[in-house]
């Protein structure tokens, strides 16, 4: 047992109050220093610095990946092709700090968007309701995400029209699902009684596409510009997250810039041996060498981060999931399938096959020290949540030895503890940073660009011949070269039912 403890104080890092267990990741110091001497052969260091340098890392796109700048809130110039972008950053803090003042009696807000347009307010609106001492400003937060009508109906439903404001969301403003929820709500406005003028004030748009916005209806003054060397999924930084200033107010969203800014120095300056977003990629990657790993599991224990693995979904299996590197060759290892949902749940979910499946799935256990709410049984409860997750991380590195197989634990199954000393807006934006830059620090050592998508392009293209001929109606489409013949009997099946 001294051993162990020992191995715990010699594998605990940590950055701005936040600490990272890895001692049941198994790895020992020859191997730690192996690990630290590839990343270092990989040039790390240079691709850390090149992205906070405004370099075009993303190479397929010829364009920095700068999401950073978003949340640089000392302001220091930050140059993309010689032009400092802290000016336009810091305009848009001072219209979303604006807009806070002026939307007094507004009760609801439908922010429409998808994906990286999506997730991450989300996620922020969810996690933060739950922070004792962050008063909400009363408006409801609808996210409009599906084209399923079923969110859309929902939403309506409970909205009251003369008292909406609807925010577009969209880097590209093309996306289908968006524009067409777009239009149905500005329809549902127009038939709720409100008058042209009054449905252009409610229309607001977040885009890197300003002329789209304003075709489609957006007055110039609503429009929140976000830029191209943001990526969709790396947004919640900009206009994007602007929701968690509306809701709750400017203050809060700056605190979660905070945060997000104190990781990225962190992660700027630390030494890769305790730089926590490194020695969290670093480990992953070991256990991929190891074990050839298909998954990766993320466990917040607490109900508040319930959305978190779904973000942490996009954001690395977006950016990693490829089968090639940045020069087109192919990759011997990229993005493990990533899921995971809020502990003590997932326990009476998926954990038999964590413990006892015949795949290794390396898990993050991620605790917050103090109890989220302010209830007399918080106490009693959150120790409980907290046992729960130190005792499923013991079992699977430890496994247990049995007369009956049945009965009998491997072990040997990794895990990190994160921990954080509180759930608040800055330690959620420090979070998200960590794992966004151990998302980039993974696709430079698999020499992958994280910051494209190609691969999501494909299945929309092919939605539009299928979308056509589901209009059609017919029962008797056969195969043709955008339709093959299992598609093609499917579509018939449809339209026979319909
Ligand atoms: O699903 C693909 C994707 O392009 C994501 O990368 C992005 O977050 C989402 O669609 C929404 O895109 P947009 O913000 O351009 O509407």
Redo the contacts with the bound molecule.
């Keep these: 047992m001294s051993e162990q403890v020992q191995l715990a104080n010699q594998s605990t890092h940590s950055a701005l109050n936040m600490v990272l267990d890895t001692a049941y990741q198994g790895i020992d110091a020859v191997n730690w220093k192996k690990l630290f001497a590839s990343a270092r052969q990989g040039h790390l260091e240079q691709f850390i610095a090149d992205m906070f340098a405004g370099k075009h890392i993303n190479n397929s796109e010829d364009r920095p990946a700068l999401h950073s700048a978003l949340r640089n809130l000392s302001k220091t110039p930050v140059m993309i092709d010689g032009k400092d972008v802290m000016p336009a950053v810091s305009e848009v803090w001072h219209r979303i700090d604006a807009l806070c003042n002026k939307w007094i009696g507004v009760t609801d807000v439908i922010h429409i968007?998808?994906?990286?347009?999506d997730f991450g307010p989300r996620l922020a609106i969810e996690a933060l309701a739950h922070v004792p001492g962050i008063e909400s400003r009363g408006m409801r937060m609808h996210f409009l995400a599906n084209i399923d009508t079923a969110e859309l109906a929902r939403i309506l439903a409970r909205a009251q029209a003369h008292s909406t404001r609807v925010i577009v969301?969209?880097?590209?403003?093309?996306?289908l699902e968006?524009s067409m929820n777009a239009k149905a709500v500005v329809a549902w406005l127009k038939d709720s009684g409100c008058s042209a003028s009054q449905v252009t004030d409610s229309l607001y748009a977040v885009t890197a596409n300003l002329t789209a916005a304003k075709d489609f209806g957006v007055n110039e003054n609503n429009i929140f510009p976000f830029w191209d060397w943001v990526?969709?999924?790396y947004?919640v930084w900009s206009a994007v997250g602007m929701p968690i200033a509306l809701q709750y107010d400017f203050e809060t969203f700056k605190q979660f810039l905070a945060g997000a800014e104190a990781m990225d120095l962190h992660f700027k300056n630390a030494p890769l041996e305790e730089n926590l977003p490194v020695i969290m990629a670093l480990a992953l990657l070991h256990q991929q060498e190891k074990h050839d790993i298909k998954a990766y599991a993320a466990i917040p224990y607490a109900d508040a981060l319930d959305w978190f693995p779904k973000w942490l979904q996009?954001l690395d299996m977006?950016s990693n999931g490829k089968s090639v590197d940045r020069d087109g060759k192919p990759v011997k290892h990229s993005s493990p399938v990533v899921f995971g949902s809020a502990g003590s749940n997932a326990q009476h979910s998926y954990f038999q096959l964590f413990h006892q499946g015949t795949e290794i799935i390396p898990i993050d256990f991620i605790a917050v020290l103090e109890p989220m709410s302010d209830r007399p049984e918080a106490v009693a409860h959150h120790r409980i949540l907290l046992s729960n997750c130190l005792a499923q991380a013991q079992a699977l590195a430890n496994g247990k030895t049995a007369a009956n197989p049945n009965d009998i634990y491997p072990g040997k199954r990794p895990s990190n503890l994160l921990l954080l000393p509180k759930l608040n807006a800055f330690y959620l934006g420090a979070l998200l940073a960590l794992y966004e830059n151990r998302t980039a620090t993974l696709g430079a050592l698999w020499n992958i660009n994280s910051f494209d998508?190609p691969g999501?392009e494909y299945g929309k293209v092919l939605a539009k011949p299928i979308e056509k001929a589901l209009a059609s109606h017919q029962k008797d489409i056969t195969a043709s070269a955008d339709i093959d013949a299992v598609t093609a009997a499917r579509i018939n099946l449809l339209n026979s039912n319909n």
Excluded at 169 to 175: A, P, R
């Design positions: 968007g998808i994906g990286g347009s969301v969209s880097k590209s403003f093309t996306t968006t990526g969709g999924r947004s996009q977006e998508q999501v």
